[in-house]
């Protein structure tokens, strides 16, 4: 049986698929990459944010807290 080409894990994201892939929009992602909540790299004129960056980010954001 031919399963195909094994995927391979994406190393770096878009902005559009960071905001896909964590519920934030554009406009957020870009805010954290400003403020320096959110480490990217820059490749020309594309905007490529490390997936551990992307990790690291979500994972260090407060938690929420019912009243």
Do not use: H, Q, W
């Not at 892939?21 to 406009?27: H, I, K, N, V, W």
């Amino acid at each position: 049986m031919n399963k195909g080409a094994p995927e391979l894990e994406k190393f770096g994201f878009t902005i559009s698929e960071c905001a896909a892939l964590s519920g934030l929009g554009r406009d957020g992602i870009y805010r954290a990459i400003r403020e320096g909540a959110l480490r990217a790299k820059k490749f020309g004129r594309r905007t490529i944010v490390p997936a551990d960056a992307l990790e690291l980010f979500l994972a260090e954001l407060p938690a929420l807290r019912l009243k």
